[in-house]
Nanobody, 123 residues
Framework: VQLQASGGGLVQAGSSLRLSCTASGRTFNWLAIGWFRQAPGKEREFVAI????????DYLDFGKGRFTISRDNAKNTVYLQMNRLKPEDTAVYYCAATSDFRVRADLTRYDYWGQGTQVTVSS
């Protein structure tokens, strides 16, 4: 499985962005997809995860109420809608795939990673 993250950019605080994670490979529909982010000088942190069917979603606290993860299995794509962006959301955002939704924030348990897309939020 190869993952391609896109949709990042430079926006002002309070704006919205929708990130996309498009996958190749026939196993996409069986995989949970997570989003992570990494700011300069900081460790990579969990943002959200969606189950293979799309029926279960989980977010880290900072994303609840502002971020929404969704997927379209017909398009092999997972989305991360980010609203009311803040300067502290500035980071490289990565998508990753795992066969076990329960791994959630444990990035060592993800099997496939995309290359990342830069999100920069100006104040």
């Amino acid at each position: 499985v190869q993952l391609q993250a896109s949709g990042g950019g430079l926006v002002q605080a309070g704006s919205s962005l929708r990130l996309s994670c498009t996958a190749s490979g026939r196993t996409f529909n069986w995989l949970a997809i997570g989003w992570f982010r990494q700011a300069p000088g900081k460790e990579r942190e969990f943002v959200a995860i969606i189950s293979a069917s799309g029926g279960i979603k989980d977010y880290l606290d900072f994303g609840k109420g502002r971020f929404t993860i969704s997927r379209d299995n017909a398009k092999n794509t997972v989305y991360l809608q980010m609203n009311r962006l803040k300067p502290e959301d500035t980071a490289v955002y990565y998508c990753a795939a795992t066969s076990d939704f329960r791994v959630r924030a444990d990035l060592t348990r993800y099997d496939y990673w995309g290359q990342g897309t830069q999100v920069t939020v100006s104040s």
